[in-house]
């Protein structure tokens, strides 16, 4: 069984976390490309959107409901759209990097946001699935513009911590995937002549390429899709 939970929220309880446009609508269409796929019948999709998208609700459903569901054998999928923010705290300089629930608020990202290096992999290790995969179309680098916020930023932090990598010489681990629209310092950008995020339009061109009798790797849709 593949067990895909699917995010994408276009509207924010905060007004200082500006809406967005085709999050919600690029939530919405992979959840129907899972369940048009020949193997729909071994799909479980579970849609949140915009008010249903609340801290609570992602972080309930994914390490309660689907951690007591998924076995050994199977998969969970976890695809998010919408406002990703490092930490917007001045003074604090924790290179943190969070997704904006719709309940999220912009000053209080540590209490009402989803911290992707914390709280994701907590969720991941509760899974008892072979394979869990990330998916995030979401901004992390401070800067005005794409599904992204404007704060505090700590590039020049990061430039000193984390060395630049490949895909290729990262060791994920064994059953754990994760592909990001954009890294610390990039903005993941809605485009409206795509009516879509660019990342998760060529996602959804690549999917939408595999028949049954093809199987997508994620080294090689990761590989399509930067490319």
């Known amino acids: 069984m593949l067990y ?14 500006p809406n ?13 490309l899972c369940r ?14 915009d008010g249903d998208a609340t801290r609570e609700h992602v972080l309930h459903l994914l390490a309660t409901e689907i951690a007591q569901r998924a076995g050994p054998a ?12 490092p930490e917007t705290t001045k003074g604090i300089t924790v290179a943190s990097r969070f997704l904006a629930c719709h309940d999220t608020y912009r000053d209080r990202l540590f209490a ?13 290790e509760r899974f008892r ?6 998916v995030v179309d979401a901004c ?3 800067y005005t513009g794409g599904r992204g916020f404007v704060g505090p930023t700590l590039e020049a932090y990061r430039k000193d911590r984390r060395a630049g990598l490949n895909l290729a010489d990262v060791d994920v681990g064994v059953g754990l ?3 990001a629209a954009a890294g610390d310092s990039e903005v993941a950008w809605e485009d409206e002549s795509l009516g879509h995020g660019v990342f998760s339009y060529y996602l959804f061109s690549q999917l939408s390429g595999v028949d049954s009798d093809v199987s997508a790797r994620i080294a090689g849709l990761y590989g399509n899709i930067y490319s």
């Open 129 to 134: 699935a072979r394979l869990t995969v990330f």
């Open 36 to 49: 048009a796929s020949p193997y729909a019948s071994d799909i479980d999709v579970r849609l949140l959107t």
């Open 20 to 32: 967005l446009r085709f999050a919600a609508p690029d939530a919405v269409e992979l959840a129907v």
């Open 112 to 124: 009402t946001g989803i911290d992707i290096n914390a709280d994701l992999m907590r969720v991941a």
């Open 4 to 17: 895909a939970i699917i995010v994408g929220i276009n509207t924010y309880k905060d007004a200082a976390i």
């Open 177 to 179: 995937a994760y592909m």
């Open 74 to 85: 199977d998969i969970v999928l976890f695809y998010f759209a919408g406002h990703g923010s």
């Open 140 to 142: 992390f680098s401070g």
